[in-house]
């Protein structure tokens, strides 16, 4: 059972932004001081992308590990009340996610996902932005 009435749980749900969020503004600040140059939300392409490097054709989502559902990760639980509801919220962000991936990798480009959780770890993440950009 939820500890929030059904209105205060709605007002805290319609909140939650889509871009310029924590994660996608660390990767941000991170890709900027290794001096990778970016676009972003550019509403021309599938999905209008988080990042947009288009002088080395790749595209970076950022996605949110409960929304986006990472697997094995400890912030992708599914909740206990209106169960039908999320599985079917969350089936659609998946299958949406797989038809942008395809639709942009058929235009040529390079997609890469960079989880939320992985954004905590500043220097992880500065790690792996370089093993991305790495030739």
Known sequence: MDIVTGEQRSRMMSGIRGKNTGPEMAVRKTAHALGLRFRIHRKDLPGSPDLVFPGRNTIAFVHGCY???????RYCYTPKSNVEFWTK?????????????????????????????????????????????KS
């Open 89 to 133: 919220k969350f089936k659609n962000n998946v299958a949406r996610d797989e038809r942008v991936r395809e639709e942009l990798e058929q235009r040529g480009w390079r997609v890469v996902t960079l989880w939320e959780c992985e954004t905590a770890n500043k220097d992880g993440l500065r790690q792996r932005l370089k093993g991305i950009f």
């Open 67 to 73: 929304w986006h559902r990472h697997a094995g990760c």
